[in-house]
Structure formats: structure tokens, C-alpha cells
């Protein structure tokens, strides 16, 4: 049974930082792109960033713009880990945040496969 699960949620100040982290179990984690995804309350679910598989070479990244220059997605494949390091973090950050696992190399929420539980993001002003 694949299990994704987040942590390191938590209430910050603005201009603070976060590392979230997804352990990942169930699956081959190295076999797939590895994505993170935020929902803020009467919103719909949107994409943050993505990392690739590693056939060999570098990985890949692709980040939204909204957090280009603050946001850094990373993977430890022999965790089964994926993180993000956010910095910079402002109050429109807010939200909760999933990772999720998908066989493409995509920013589309329904390409991803499996998905965690989320984990709480709060910046206060």
C-alpha cells in the first residue's frame, strides 16, 4: 500500500522559513516525479513544484511562479524523501500543502497518482 506522508507544517511569521517533508513508502520512490501541490481554503488545489525521476543525469525542476527564487523542491532517494524548503514565506502562502507522486513529468493536478494527507502552512502578517 503506497503511503505519502507529509510533515513539518506549522505557523510562522512572514519572512520565516519552512522545510516540509514527504516520506514516502509503498511504491519505488526513485521511479517517479515527486510533485508539491497547495490548497487555501475556498480554493482550488494548485500546483508548487515538481522534481523529476533520475534516469542517470541531473533531476529536473519545474516551480510555479509565485514562489520562484523562494521555494526549492528536493529529493533523497535513499530516504524515499522529497522536501521543500521554503523562504521568504508570506501570508498568501498559506494553505495546506500535498505531496503527491505521478509517472509524468507534470504540473497537472490529475497526472499524480498518489497523494498524501497535506501537512498545515500558516503565515501570519
Known amino acids: 500500500q503506497v503511503q505519502l506522508v507529509e510533515s513539518g507544517g506549522e505557523l510562522v511569521q512572514a519572512g520565516g522559513s519552512l522545510r516540509l517533508s514527504c516520506v514516502a513508502s509503498?511504491?519505488?520512490?526513485?521511479?517517479?516525479?515527486m510533485g508539491w501541490f497547495r490548497q487555501a481554503p475556498g480554493k482550488e488545489r494548485e500546483f508548487v513544484a515538481c522534481?523529476?525521476?533520475?534516469?542517470?543525469?541531473?533531476?529536473?525542476?519545474d516551480t510555479t511562479d509565485s514562489v520562484k527564487g523562494r521555494f526549492t523542491i528536493d529529493r533523497d532517494n535513499a530516504k524515499n524523501t522529497l522536501y521543500l524548503q521554503m523562504n521568504s514565506l508570506k501570508p498568501e502562502d498559506t494553505a495546506v500543502y500535498y505531496c503527491?507522486?505521478?509517472?509524468?513529468?507534470?504540473?497537472?493536478?490529475?497526472?499524480?497518482?498518489?497523494w498524501g494527507q497535506g501537512t498545515q502552512v500558516t503565515v501570519s502578517s
Open positions: 503527491a507522486a505521478s509517472k509524468s513529468f507534470t504540473s497537472k493536478v490529475g497526472e499524480y497518482i498518489y
Open positions: 522534481i523529476s525521476r533520475f534516469p542517470g543525469g541531473t533531476y529536473d525542476t
Open positions: 509503498g511504491l519505488t520512490f526513485s521511479a517517479y516525479t
